[in-house]
């Protein structure tokens, strides 16, 4: 099970259940249309943000961002993106940042199914700043 699925089963609603008590046999449901994550490296991206670039979404936790973030990056922890959607621009090209890629590509997972533009960037901000991208500390 994915860090996808983690998120969908978090944070979807629960059924009621009818006012006898009596359960009532749930309806098949169709499988779910896998969602294709694109992603992009840190390479491909520093050619991009010469021309502006996309809004760089880092999800991850307070004191990792601390260590190092990409400057301009708009940051909002993991857990709080389902309740901040609307701080989102919805017609922004937008790449989730993590410390590798695993988070980001969850996320950004997250983010197409609820109608954004989203990307993941592959190999986080470790491979950023390996492919000499600019780091903010503090």
């Known amino acids: 099970m994915g860090l996808l699925d983690s998120l969908k089963r978090a944070f979807a609603g629960t059924a009621s259940k009818p006012a006898s008590g009596a ?3 749930a309806a098949p449901k169709p499988e ?7 992603e992009v490296t840190a390479s491909a991206l520093l050619a991009e943000r010469r021309g502006g670039g996309p809004l760089f ?9 601390r260590q190092g973030y990409i400057p301009g990056s708009t940051h909002i922890v993991m857990r709080e993106i389902p309740y901040r959607l609307g701080e989102l621009d ?31 960037l592959k190999g986080g901000t470790a491979g950023w700043q390996a492919q000499g991208g600019e780091i903010s500390r503090g």
């Open 23 to 25: 359960s009532v046999p």
């Open 32 to 38: 779910p249309e896998e969602i294709r994550v694109p």
């Open 57 to 65: 979404l880092d999800c991850r936790e307070n004191y990792e961002r």
């Open 90 to 120: 919805r017609g922004a090209d937008i790449v989730v940042v993590c410390a590798h890629g695993n988070r980001s590509y969850g996320v950004a997972g997250y983010l197409i199914e609820n109608g954004f533009s989203a990307r993941s």
